[in-house]
């Protein structure tokens, strides 16, 4: 419990340090481009990829679960939609992120920690908290719900395709289930949520990149702390903009 309340306090510090006015502008957006293409870019495929199977899975299994004739076809895609949009390609995509872009920023400021790169620049006066975290941080709130909607989009798309090529289910009644009670708000709400999430994953994994201490090994385990946790605090703030925000 102690060493829970001390990380926590580093954490508050850290991000205190991190998260304040570049003393060079030109050289931070240099820095936010190449976050963007590096954490944001290049997890377009992957994004793309898992929603488009997701999507055709989701609802060839709402198809074979519904099999009463008192349930309307327009169900299925009235359901895929729903579940696509408010948790999907908001929290599961955020929590496979996670993964990959949070190990990502964990092993490379640990590595420059451990090679004392981080140490050099303190020398030099040089805030690489904030040089190294505010990047990455603002890199990832930018760009992930770019990443949102084209999970959203292809995550549809896959069910579409699934309705063309599956018995129990045709495209006209799911499409009419797409438009079915449509939310617009739903989009934005998760929008707003995949923004904290990534404020989240990339601020706990700098965290425990930026804390790293001993070598290579330390590096591999601070890497899968900060994806535990921040897959645990994801599954949080999940539950608690969920109460605030779509709760009357």
Excluded at 73 to 89: A, P, V
Excluded at 109 to 121: L, N, S
Excluded at 133 to 140: A, D, H, R
């Amino acid at each position: 419990m102690i060493k829970a309340l001390q990380q926590v306090g580093e954490y508050v510090l850290l991000m205190r340090k991190a998260l304040t006015p570049p003393t060079r502008w030109s050289m931070f957006f240099k820095q936010l481009v190449r976050e963007i293409y590096k954490l944001g870019v290049d997890s377009i495929w992957i994004v793309v990829i898992i929603s488009i199977f997701i999507g055709t899975v989701i609802a060839i299994q709402i198809s074979l679960n519904i099999s009463s004739p008192l349930i309307p076809k327009f169900t299925i895609g009235y359901t895929t939609r729903e579940i696509i949009l408010l948790e999907f390609s908001s929290s599961i995509m955020c929590l496979i992120l996670a993964g990959k872009v949070g190990s990502n920023i964990t092993s490379e400021i640990g590595t420059m920690r451990v090679t004392e790169q981080i140490d050099a620049m303190e020398i030099m006066g040089v805030n690489s908290a904030n040089f190294l975290i505010m990047p990455k941080i603002t890199g990832m709130m930018m760009f992930i719900p770019v990443l949102v909607f084209f999970s959203m989009t292809t995550g549809i798309l896959g069910g579409v395709f699934a309705s063309h090529v599956v018995s129990g289910m045709t495209p006209a009644s799911f499409e009419f289930g797409l438009q079915y009670y449509f939310n617009p708000f739903y989009i934005w709400y998760s929008v707003i949520k995949s923004v904290v999430y990534a404020f989240l994953i990339s601020s706990i994994s700098s965290y425990f990149g930026y804390n790293v201490k001993g070598g290579s090994l330390e590096v591999g385990k601070a890497s899968t702390n900060a994806i535990v946790i921040s897959s645990v605090m994801i599954l949080l703030a999940d539950v608690i903009l969920t109460q605030i925000m779509l709760t009357k």
